[in-house]
Nanobody, 119 residues
Framework: QVQLVESGGGLVQTGGSLRLSCTAS????????ISWYRQAPGKQRESVAI???????NYADSVKGRFTISRDNAKNTAYLQMNTLKPEDTAVYYC?????????????WGQGTQVTVSS
């Protein structure tokens, strides 16, 4: 069984920074794309950022220039550095990973970590 565990969420003031981590554990061969999503109260879950195994990245327009996604393949960990946070960034943040097990790709989600930005 593969588990994704997020950490690093919390309460921060407008303009502040947080760094989220997502670590995969369990039995698998490798991890391909890793994504961060967020879901605010009453809204649909939305994609925030994605990073391929090779390190290519893509971001939602709303976070470009403020958030940076990165990964450490040796540690099976991805990060989301969030700077210049705004109240509208308040949401539960989830990581998602495409994990290769026995030549097949499976989609896993973490349990989420709350980020609250106060105005």
């Amino acid at each position: 069984q593969v588990q994704l565990v997020e950490s690093g969420g919390g309460l921060v003031q407008t303009g502040g920074s947080l760094r989220l981590s997502c670590t995969a554990s369990g039995r698998f061969f490798s991890i391909n794309d890793i994504s961060w999503y967020r879901q605010a109260p009453g809204k649909q879950r939305e994609s925030v950022a994605i990073i391929t195994r090779g390190g290519s990245t893509n971001y939602a327009d709303s976070v470009k220039g403020r958030f940076t996604i990165s990964r450490d393949n040796a540690k099976n960990t991805a990060y989301l550095q969030m700077n210049t946070l705004k109240p509208e960034d308040t949401a539960v943040y989830y990581c998602n990973a495409a994990v290769y097990i026995d030549y097949l790709s499976y989609d896993y989600w973490g349990q989420g970590t709350q980020v609250t930005v106060s105005s």
